[in-house]
């Protein structure tokens, strides 16, 4: 009678520790085991993420998880220091409906009144920490994609009702319809003409994770795009995507700087300009040296972009930075430098002020 809780619970271990036969049963499973989960790495990778279910159960994340909205989930991370990663959105907007907590053996991350809005992916991973450098525990990460379904939303809301999507001929682009629902039927259309686009499976792949993927994205891509999705009921229509190409050489900044005037009487107002022209979704940084920068001579700094269409079918972002001296003096004479920086590397251009 003792030993029957004990069977219950695990069969096997009765054979493995007291009768010797009974292993010889048992050894054909136990390696099949080991050798999945070597072979497997997203195996390994699931094992230190849970759901906690009602009654305190703990149940292993598939790749994909499927709740209705309203609901709310726990997840659970075994380790003492643990990253979450989860839809940005939930921070850009300081969601008071998430909550994440390190306690001593595992991290904890509840999300309360679950919307459609929140469908995507939620991953965790253990860091290793030497001192004040940290990084990823590659083997000790876990990963799952929830969809919270919602009838009235079959498409995962976005905060804008229409959003640009910059085809690079050598990377490939996502048009990001992505649904809540993973079983609905979901196309893609172009605005004008009218007409479906055919998605291939080859050139362009549906993704219900991402949503359209133009693998190798050219000039005639170009233009307005909309997905419609329908699951047992009225379709409904995404927000609109406008699809622009962009061939712009990657590299440092191409920087070029002009002055409003090179010679200048004292009480002038000058107006320095950096300009960079480059890829539209790549930010850049300006940085400035002036002659009156150790005096602490005031001057005025604006810093904008715009997106431009060179004619050719292709889309450039333009960006300046102006600095403006008023009231020039003696000390404002001298050159001034411009630093533009990407994340490709930086650039540096200068111009010379001569005082009257």
């Not at 069977?7 to 292993?23: A, L, M």
């Not at 075994?78 to 921070?91: A, F, H, I």
Request: glycine residues 6%; proline residues 6%; hydrophobic residues 30%.
């Amino acid at each position: 009678v003792i030993g029957q809780p004990t069977k219950s619970k695990r069969p096997k271990e009765p054979g493995e520790n007291k009768i010797r036969p009974v292993n010889k049963k048992v050894k054909p499973k136990t390696p099949k085991m080991k050798e999945r989960e070597s072979t497997d790495p997203s195996l390994k990778s699931q094992s230190i993420l849970t759901q906690v279910m009602d009654k305190g159960r703990f149940q292993k994340l598939a790749a994909t998880l499927s709740l209705s909205a309203g609901q709310s989930i726990e997840l659970r991370c075994k380790g003492s220091n643990v990253t979450w990663n989860y839809p940005s959105y939930l921070d850009t907007f300081k969601d008071s409906r998430l909550s994440i907590k390190q306690l001593d053996k595992y991290g904890q991350l509840i999300l309360a009144n679950s919307t459609a809005a929140d469908t995507g992916e939620y991953s965790c991973w253990l860091q290793l920490c030497n001192g004040n450098k940290c990084r990823k525990d590659e083997t000790k990460t876990g990963s799952t994609y929830i969809f919270f379904t919602d009838t009235e939303e079959l498409f995962v809301p976005t905060p804008s009702y229409f959003e640009i999507v910059y085809l690079n001929p050598d990377k490939p682009a996502v048009v990001p319809c992505r649904v809540t629902t993973p079983s609905a039927k979901v196309t893609l259309h172009r605005e004008f003409p009218a007409e479906e686009i055919e998605a291939d499976g080859t050139d362009i792949i549906y993704d219900v994770k991402k949503g359209f993927v133009y693998q190798h994205p050219t000039s005639d891509h170009k233009g307005i795009v909309y997905c419609k999705a329908e699951s047992q009921g009225a379709p409904q229509i995404s927000i609109k995507y406008h699809l622009l190409y962009v061939e712009v050489p990657k590299g440092p900044p191409s920087a070029t700087i002009a002055v409003s005037s090179s010679r200048a009487e004292v009480s002038d107002s000058i107006d320095v300009i950096c300009t960079v022209l480059g890829e539209p979704d790549i930010d850049v940084n300006f940085r400035w040296q002036y002659p009156g920068q150790e005096s602490e001579r005031p001057v005025i700094i604006q810093n904008f972009w715009r997106l431009i269409n060179r004619g050719t079918g292709q889309t450039t972002r333009i960006s300046k930075s102006v600095l403006a001296v008023e009231d020039f003096e003696a000390r404002d004479a001298g050159n001034y430098i411009c630093v533009a920086q990407n994340l490709h590397g930086e650039t540096t251009v200068a111009t010379k002020v001569e005082l009257n």
